[in-house]
């Protein structure tokens, strides 16, 4: 039971810092960019995340501000996805054994 405890655990770790990663994107990073001229499918589209994450970080520092928020979005993307990966490597070792009596805590 304990290893299940762990595996919900880092399950709710990673969604909250993925939807935490994900707000501080739409409602900050989004926003600043479609003030300064982008157009739609801004924020929509996950293959142009740090080309946007970029260009906010180069607003920033063109107006004289700090770029902060930029290198908190960096730094929670970056553990959301080390944590992800660890979630996975977990359930993968915890469902590959044969039966559940063979399941035991790392």
């Given at each position: 039971m304990t290893d299940q405890w762990i595996i919900y655990g880092?399950?709710?770790a990673t969604a909250g810092l993925a939807s935490l990663t994900l707000?501080?994107?739409?409602f900050v990073v989004c926003v600043t960019l479609y003030l300064h001229g982008a157009k739609?499918?801004?924020?929509?589209?996950?293959?142009?995340?740090f080309?946007?994450?970029?260009?906010?970080?180069?607003?920033?520092l063109a107006k004289g501000r700090s770029p902060t928020l930029?290198?908190?979005?960096?730094?929670?993307?970056?553990?959301?996805?080390?944590?992800?990966?660890?979630?996975?490597?977990?359930l993968w070792?915890?469902?590959s054994q044969t039966t559940p009596s063979q399941?035991?805590?790392w």
């Open positions: 880092l399950a709710v707000v501080l994107y739409w739609f499918p801004t924020g929509l589209m996950p293959w142009r995340y080309r946007d994450l970029r260009d906010y970080k180069e607003i920033r930029y290198y908190v979005a960096i730094i929670l993307t970056w553990t959301t996805l080390a944590l992800s990966l660890v979630l996975a490597g977990l070792q915890y469902y399941r035991r805590p």
